[in-house]
């Protein structure tokens, strides 16, 4: 039995993975056997790895039967290992040759250490460096206190996370996945590495070698990233508003399970969000000059209407600031950045009431809701929302609402409802939900086509509807009946769908795309809004859209 055991969680990693794989076999320390799991790869990432399975006896290669998400791939490799120590490697990193050797002797010398590490730094696709991380060894520290506050006060940026691919004694990483199991979410790999030496401790060496890759399968939008250049590494920080903050408050909770270490640990977030809250507010230009507005997405309701009397008022003219261009600089402040919300404020000039329809509308309090600003002037809907403590707290926040604790879907009767701890990602679909992260509960709900839900409910007009429904989105479109309710906008949660193919369906009864991010998609009825003056009739847009 190998002393050692990588494993490597793989998903079209056809463009690096051979290398990772070279400066494995490169390593100067050779006792260790290797398990490469593909999440079925669909780019020929099969034929790679089964050329290195002829090529050394030590590497073995598993394809799953379906794609089980990152998160389970992860705890499927750890399931399977065996020896004295193991390691995650990702399928787009390189190590040097003396990486493994490094860490298990410093493990041995070092007996009270269950996790070691090195320096590190980041390169970009082209294998070129845009960041030595020259701070992680600041970090190395034994089980202690104060190891964990100097851990929680380093700001996430700079590599700290990186320590979950470490190599570990196999017994400290069995431990540290039943401390804080990996899940999706902000600060998932932190956290875990927080749970590492909260409990066992970390061992850094001070020599670079290894190189985490921005640009890789696990950051593609980084791939032209060339130098990366951190002036106050302090303004890079967790981030807050929407229940973000609380969510990473007690994930470090969790992490810190059967330690001492929880009060002051919340102390030190605390303290450390007052500078996350003001650079949410400084972003955001939350502060409104009345000759230079820009919006942003929290500004009151009251404010905009008092803004727009301003603005169509004669005494003002002066000014040269009219409506249009008020929504022009309005639009070219915040489009494009997902604030579909506002989108809706523009397309149906700041109407004072109305109807929505909100498919997975979670809990307003502590998550964004694209409708609570629509509620808090005067309108109101239908909001769906499946979850027990979010439904509760939906209904005391929406009273004037009416609120269905049901699941939509493509037929109506009862289905399996998979709940995914501390997530916004709980769904009908069990690949969805186990790829998001840890199924906590599953229990059985009503599910109602839209079709249906429409006839029992609905009493008025739609402005407009959103849906976000954690991969069923598509189905739920489909069970419409478009000849008898047909909204007059749409926010769709595309992401997970083919977008081409949800244009097409709903082209099909007469809505085109105005606007997509890489989350959602907004869509419009060309009836209804085909006498508006801000269509553009030649390309069929409205005209302050900036696609």
Request: hydrophobic share 40%.
């Amino acid at each position: 039995m190998a002393k050692l055991f990588i494993g490597m969680p793989a998903h079209n990693g056809k463009r690096f993975i051979s290398e990772a794989i070279e400066s494995l076999l490169n390593q100067s320390y050779t006792n260790w056997e290797m398990l490469i799991s593909d999440d079925k790869s669909n780019d020929g990432t099969e034929f790679i790895c089964k050329e290195y399975v002829k090529k050394d006896r030590r590497i073995t290669y598993y394809r799953q039967a379906k794609n089980i998400g990152p998160f389970n791939n992860l705890k499927f490799l750890l399931d399977k290992a065996s020896g004295d120590y193991f390691m995650w490697t990702a399928h787009d990193d390189i190590w040097e040759k003396d990486f493994i050797k490094t860490c298990i002797e410093n493990l041995e010398l070092h007996p009270d250490y269950g996790v070691a590490f090195t320096q590190s730094t980041t390169i970009n696709a082209r294998n070129k460096l845009i960041r030595e991380i020259n701070n992680l060894h600041k970090l190395s520290g034994r089980a202690n206190l104060w190891s964990v506050l100097k851990f929680v006060y380093n700001p996430e940026i700079l590599g700290k996370g990186q320590f979950m691919y470490g190599v570990y004694r196999l017994n400290a990483a069995l431990k540290t996945w039943e401390y804080y199991p990996q899940r999706g979410g902000f600060g998932s790999d932190v956290l875990f590495s927080l749970a590492a030496i909260a409990h066992f401790g970390v061992f850094v060496d001070k020599k670079v070698l290894v190189h985490y890759r921005l640009g890789g399968y696990s950051n593609p939008q980084n791939k032209d990233i060339e130098e990366e250049i951190i002036v106050n590494p302090k303004n890079h920080i967790f981030p807050v508003g929407g229940g973000r903050f609380n969510q990473y408050l007690r994930g470090h909770m969790e992490a810190l399970r059967e330690t001492p270490y929880q009060i002051p640990v919340a102390f030190l977030l605390f303290i450390r969000s007052i500078r996350a809250w003001w650079l949410f507010i400084k972003k955001r230009n939350l502060l409104v000059r009345f000759m230079n507005i820009k919006l942003v997405d929290f500004i009151p309701p009251i404010l905009i209407k008092l803004l727009n009397r301003v603005i169509e008022n004669p005494r003002y003219r002066a000014n040269r600031l009219n409506r249009r261009e008020f929504i022009d600089s309005f639009w070219k402040s915040h489009g494009g950045k997902g604030h579909e919300d506002l989108f809706m404020e523009l397309l149906f000039n700041f109407k004072e009431k109305g109807t929505y329809v909100e498919i997975g509308t979670n809990d307003p309090a502590i998550t964004t809701s694209f409708t609570q600003k629509f509620y808090d002037r005067g309108w109101r809907g239908i909001n769906v929302e499946p979850g027990l403590k979010e439904f509760a707290s939906l209904k005391k926040i929406r009273p004037e609402d009416i609120n269905l604790n049901i699941c939509i879907g493509g037929t109506s009767g009862e289905m399996p409802f998979y709940e995914v701890r501390d997530s916004q990602a709980s769904s009908l679909l069990k690949d969805f939900a186990e790829k998001q992260g840890y199924v906590s509960s599953v229990r059985q709900v009503k599910v109602s086509t839209l079709k249906d839900m429409f006839n029992n409910f609905l009493k008025t007009e739609i402005d407009f509807m959103v849906i976000d429904a954690e991969g069923m989105d598509f189905e739920i479109l489909k069970s419409n009946d478009w000849i008898r309710y047909r909204p007059r906008a749409m926010i769709v949660e595309t992401v997970h769908h083919d977008y081409k193919e949800i244009k097409e369906y709903l082209g099909g009864f007469g809505y085109i795309d105005v606007y997509t991010n890489y989350l959602n998609s907004i869509f419009v009825d060309t009836n209804y809004f085909k006498d508006d003056p801000r269509f553009d009739t030649r390309e069929n847009r409205p005209q302050f859209i900036q696609k």
